[in-house]
């Protein structure tokens, strides 16, 4: 749901608030999504058109209750504009409120030199070295077939996820109403209780409320004649009664029954009475069933990490590795899926071992290991790293245990490798702005900082790694896919202290070691073609429009 | 947070509902959580002991500003009790206000049979033939070690879940704000516009308003002298004006700050002016970032759907799926995971054949399986299974196109095995009703319904599926598991119109076969340990108490 995009030019307009939206919503709709050139438009004021502006705008208002409101797509005035109560005010007063001269304005919706809000015009300037627009990975000539898919597909998306969500829902002034503004859930199918309804209104000869639910049934626990409650197990319950003390007894006692088994649902129930109406949400939503793991009575590091690596290709760093751990953590799992052309024989009690069709791919394989860990935590490791004394592996376990972090990563010798990634939502898709660095120091850790991405040694919760996954589509280099495909879900974080080493790089001395790894490299690379999967898979996958 | 356990046991004391509370608090705290008894509890009427309990009640009320409160295991009338206005009220009309008779309370609150609210004590009867007491895995001896573990990381999950969620937060009537009572968001460390806060309260010389934020700071881009407005970019936000015009210009510009970089949080903003105080949540919360599948121009059931299978000891049967699967899809990429000793070798370019550590387990393969999968949809089969003219793939890929539902389940020759988990919470942990048969039917397929549970032949959004997985902890006999980690997170139908063979159940001829058969079944059997195992697993990783 979008406010109408009048007055979206009214940003510019910094002492005319009131008057210009609707003007432009007639005059200069082009301007709406172009707040860029607005800032500098013309300054004409025109109170002769308020009259007309007000009463649009109180039908609207009355006409829907709530006012049709997004954050993710409109311009920030739009957005005020529509909420201001349409009550004619003097023309000079106007004058007087004024927003932030536009600096301050920007400055406080940019971050890392990105200005987002209100812009969102998710216009990427792709012109930086990491700047790309995804849209280009296809052919013109394929777009728009491409297009209709990926909007099918993203629309099947929110239907499941229950998006976009519905607008804010905003409370009147001085209604004689009690009621829960927040957190009246019931799971799917299920009755609760409401609290807090009660009604302190002016004496009345007979008092007549009425509640109405859309995605449920309301009842009530009181004990009252058919007389007074009408409606018991239906979407409306009509109240009425002389004594106020017995309404209000009624309403402390409303149940809401949930009648849709879809999840994650909002339902908006409202309360009325003559001209006052209230309206609160009830959110529909199943507890989060807990996968917990057990550490075991002694905690062992054992019992809670497991190790996992990828090979392909280069038995030999996989066995100095392997090495190099045990010197280090003689008893851990290690967890190795290989899609080389022949299996290898690891002698090795604590070292699990899978095979895979050749060549199946860099994330196929990652994902293959990740989810045969049964351990709290996993610590992922390139099959050419090399342990050593300053790969403290209870460090960063330490860092899961005490913090709210999903991921914690170390640094690769000196390779801190943190990368920050900003979304701007928007209406084809979002930009993505990646930038190098961090968002500020881990509560409790001071030598840890909280980002986006970090390098390819980090341990996670198992559980939460498994659930972003990594995407078996991907099958040569990838990395920062999987941060992006964790947005939202993944909590990171990087403590450099904690390193790892890395193999030499140079060529094997033995021919046949040799001539695999040359092989290998045929693979490794990054093709074009590659390069094009991924930014086609961003743009069809993610629904984002470019990065920067 | 729970509401003192006041007038717990008042569900019984129809009449008396304003008056028993406080003394049940002082006198009987046994009966708090033993409603069933309670019901039947003496009538003595108390009035002498109403105004302590009022003053009391005032107390709370004024004191916590939002009542503490919490759906999870607090009997019914405590929590209305502890909601009624701390007024009194003439004695008589008191008697007139009565719930209904606890026939009619239990039914509104007792789904299939089952009566949960507000009974909420979680106490299985472990009678019944499913019924387990899952604690009894467990020697009496390492309980109080395994309950320390159990509750440490139960804390870890809430702490990191943002669980458990803030109490109902109520308004009170007639209050002079207009403000946004759902629906604003922000992601973490990000900056968003508060709709609809106005001040339509009684005229005054001047105006003080202030809000407040405890998770983040609050600012306005009203351009405004610091005498009218301090603590800009701060927790608390100031406003001071004469002029009710310009207050309110303010309000309608006032932003939010989010300051913390964990997800999931909702912070309570406070709009304060003399004695009226608003509260309203701002959910802090990243967007779900889109997982979506190229169904490809064509729209071939190939791109949209994968065939998974786990398989051990037995690669006839395997084999004679896999010609059977072929018969009615001969292009459908097939996931093979193979935990036996011996690979096999496998003459079909769509078989992705993949070998796992000997006997690695049950789950642990099918975790595999779906770890490789690249299409948008996965359909789980066991490996004696046969395709027949009845297995339509197509009809079960159009149920989950057209609804939300995650998973939707066939039939394995006749056994449709539909069954229901009806979820009761309690403190020290959940108590699980398993049900067989189904919800209702799904919205647009009257043949098919919405059940919690279904056979192993099923069609699943492979995100979905991948996010909740099959934990590699279970090695043999699993089934139900599964549906009980995805509980509130898989939305699961059952087609029973869409039918798959079963392979003859008949000892192999080949001796070879045989002997591996015979192996097989030796893997296979439940033993005591494995059903001890899966009890032990449900009450720690789980946190359920027990089944019924």
Request: glycine share 6%; net charge positive.
């Amino acid at each position: 749901m979008r406010v109408p995009r009048a007055g979206a030019a009214g940003f510019g307009q910094l002492g005319e608030v009131r008057l210009r939206p609707f003007r432009s919503f007639r005059k200069r709709p082009k301007k709406i999504r172009d707040f860029g050139k607005s800032v500098f438009g013309s300054r004409r004021t025109t109170s002769s058109s308020r009259f007309p502006w007000l009463l649009k705008l109180s039908v609207l208002i009355a006409g829907l209750g709530i006012v049709l409101f997004t954050f993710r797509s409109v311009p920030l005035l739009a957005q005020f504009n529509s909420l201001i109560p349409g009550l004619p005010r003097p023309a000079p007063a106007i004058q007087m409120l004024r927003l932030l001269p536009e600096e301050r304005l920007r400055n406080l919706f940019t971050y890392n030199g990105i200005w987002l809000f209100p812009k969102n015009q998710c216009k990427c300037e792709v012109t930086k070295p990491q700047g790309y627009d995804f849209q280009s990975a296809y052919d013109q000539s394929d777009l728009p077939a491409v297009n209709a898919r990926r909007q099918a597909e993203f629309e099947h998306f929110q239907r499941r996820e229950g998006l976009p969500r519905p607008p804010p829902l905003l409370a009147q002034p001085n209604l004689p109403f009690g009621y829960p503004v927040h957190g009246v859930e019931v799971m799917p199918l299920h009755t609760v209780p409401i609290p807090g309804l009660q009604f302190e209104g002016p004496e009345a000869p007979t008092y007549e409320v009425t509640l109405t639910a859309s995605l449920g049934t309301l009842n009530t626990l009181a004990d009252v004649p058919d007389s007074v409650v009408q409606g018991r197990g239906q979407k409306q319950l009509n109240i009425s009664t002389s004594s106020r003390e017995l309404l209000n007894f009624i309403l402390q006692h409303v149940t809401y029954t949930s009648t849709v088994y879809q999840n994650h649902r909002v339902d908006v129930v409202s309360l009325e009475s003559k001209s006052s109406v209230a309206k609160f949400p009830v959110t529909i939503r199943y507890p989060v069933i807990p996968k917990l793991y057990d550490p075991g009575p002694e905690r062992k590091l054992r019992d809670l990490v497991t190790i996992a690596t990828k090979t392909f290709l280069r038995p030999h760093k996989l066995m100095t590795l392997l090495q190099s751990i045990r010197e280090y953590y003689p008893d851990l799992t290690v967890i190795v899926a290989d899609d080389s052309k022949e299996p290898l024989k690891i002698n090795d009690n604590h070292v699990e071992y899978y095979t895979m069709p050749f060549g199946k791919g860099w994330f196929a394989g990652r994902n293959l290991a990740i989810s045969q860990v049964t351990t709290k935590y996993v610590l992922w490791v390139d099959d050419d790293f090399l342990f050593n004394s300053k790969t403290k592996i209870e460090v960063l376990v330490d860092v899961l245990e005490k913090t709210e972090l999903d991921v914690v990563g170390g640094s690769v010798l000196g390779n801190v490798f943190q990368f920050k990634l900003l979304l701007e939502q928007g209406e084809n898709g979002d930009c993505l702005h990646r930038r190098s660095g961090f968002f500020g120091p881990v509560d409790g850790f001071p030598s840890c900082v909280v980002t986006s991405g970090v390098v390819n040694f980090f341990l996670a919760h198992t559980e939460r790694l498994q659930r972003v996954g990594f995407d078996p589509r991907l099958q040569r280099v990838a990395h920062a896919e999987f941060f992006i495909d964790g947005l939202g879900s993944l909590l990171v974080g990087s403590c450099p202290q904690v390193i790892v080493g890395h193999q030499s790089r140079a060529p094997a001395a033995d021919q046949e070691l040799a001539s695999l790894e040359k092989m290998y490299s045929t693979y490794r690379a990054n093709t074009k073609a590659q390069v094009q999967f991924k930014l086609a898979l961003h743009y069809f996958k993610n629904h984002l429009q470019c990065s920067t």
